[in-house]
């Protein structure tokens, strides 16, 4: 048991706090339309609950129109589950077209999304129920609380300014820091005095794995965010690994100790 509370608490933002599925399947749809010819027989109202419920597959964006191709190409959800990265490498390679370009063409098309129309786009990201009331008091004593994301950090911002959240600058770390979560763990417990008792809650269990991995952060405190971008199977593996905490919603909003309970 861990008697001690942290100090500082690091948190992903999507997946952790914000739940972004319909932005990535609108703008996953618009990009698909973009490399293929949009499917006569296919709606996106049918593929849309599909791709939410295949979306912990994706690691890196660009993957999510090639997932569109994949359930438009009849490829069962069984099958994009437990074999995505063989099936994603080979749609790739078979329509000739490259992770280099289909990645800058989905930026593209947020890009031009969030120009025109920036409260529309905003306005597909909600909060997971409970978290702004329990991240926001903390803020407001200065607690430090950071946010590590793939995410940019404007729009980081933007989602938690409509919710009354302002974090202080220098505890976002986002898509342009363009260094492993890991890194940024390190860089926070190095560079703060005193010394922060860091507690690290994250969606993607291969994200913690890796963390779990690196010998100097082993007093970062790991959770795995159960109502998160990811699958059972993955929640059920937290077992094996007595670092990694599986964390519950209803325990996020309660006091850190409780965190600890299962």
């Keep these: 048991m861990i008697n001690d509370k942290p100090t500082l608490l690091a948190l992903d933002f999507d997946g952790v706090l914000c739940d972004g599925l319909l932005e990535y399947f609108e703008t996953a749809w618009r990009t698909y339309c973009q490399l293929w010819s949009p499917p006569e027989k296919v709606s996106p109202e049918a593929l849309a609950p599909i791709f939410y ?93 950071y946010i590590i994301t793939t995410k940019e950090e404007r729009f980081v911002r933007s989602l938690l300014e409509e919710q009354g959240v302002t974090i202080p600058e220098g505890r976002i770390f986002g898509k342009g820091y363009k260094r492993p979560k890991a890194q940024i763990l390190r860089e926070l417990l190095t560079t703060i005095q005193p010394t922060p008792k860091i507690w690290f809650i994250e969606d993607r269990l291969q994200t913690l794995l890796s963390v779990q991995q690196q010998a100097d952060l082993d007093s970062v405190q790991l959770f795995l965010a159960d109502w998160g971008y990811n699958l059972q199977q993955e929640r059920d593996l937290t077992s094996n690994y007595p670092r990694i905490h599986l964390l519950s919603l209803s325990q996020f909003s309660r006091d850190f100790l409780d965190w600890l309970n299962h």
């Excluded at 419920?53 to 589950?81: C, D, F, H, K, Y």
């Design 53 to 145: 419920r295949t979306r912990p597959v994706i690691e890196i964006g660009w993957e999510m129109p090639v997932l569109i191709r994949a359930l438009v190409l009849g490829i069962s959800e069984t099958e994009i589950l437990q074999n995505w990265s063989t099936i994603a490498h080979n749609l790739v390679t078979k329509e000739e077209l490259k992770a280099d370009v289909i990645g800058p063409c989905l930026d593209g098309v947020r890009d031009q999304w969030i120009h025109h129309d920036l409260s529309g786009w905003l306005g597909l990201h909600q909060f997971y129920p409970g978290v702004i009331e329990r991240i926001k008091p903390l803020i407001e004593q200065d607690f430090p609380v």
